[in-house]
Nanobody, 125 residues
């Protein structure tokens, strides 16, 4: 089993910054990539960013140019640097991992296999 734990959420004013971290651990036999999702009140969970094992990154259009995903592979840490935050960014942010696929083969598009519990980000102003 794999565990993921997010941290770094909080409350900021519009235009502010936060850095989220996701610490993952457990029995990891293969890695395809990691993802950040978010879910705002009354809305469906949406994909914010992906980072494949090859280092390819994707971002939702709504966060391009403001958010940046990175990782410390050896420390099992995933980060999401969020700048110029806006009230529309208010949500619970989740870390997800596409790990331990049968046979170790990775899908063309990452999909969550494991989830963290989420961390709240609130942007006011």
């Amino acid at each position: 089993q794999v565990q993921l734990m997010e941290s770094g959420g909080g409350s900021v004013q519009a235009g502010g910054s936060l850095q989220l971290a996701c610490n993952y651990s457990g029995a990891i036999s293969s890695r395809c990539g990691l993802m950040w999702y978010r879910q705002a009140p009354g809305k469906e969970r949406e994909l914010v960013s992906t980072l494949t094992i090859r280092g390819d990154r994707t971002y939702a259009d709504s966060v391009k140019g403001r958010f940046r995903v990175s990782q410390n592979y050896f420390e099992n840490l995933l980060y999401l640097q969020m700048d110029n935050l806006q009230p529309a960014d208010t949500a619970v942010y989740y870390c997800a991992a596409d790990f331990n696929r049968p046979g170790g083969s990775c899908p063309r598009v990452l999909a969550p296999v494991y989830w963290g519990q989420g961390t709240q980000v609130t942007v006011s102003g």
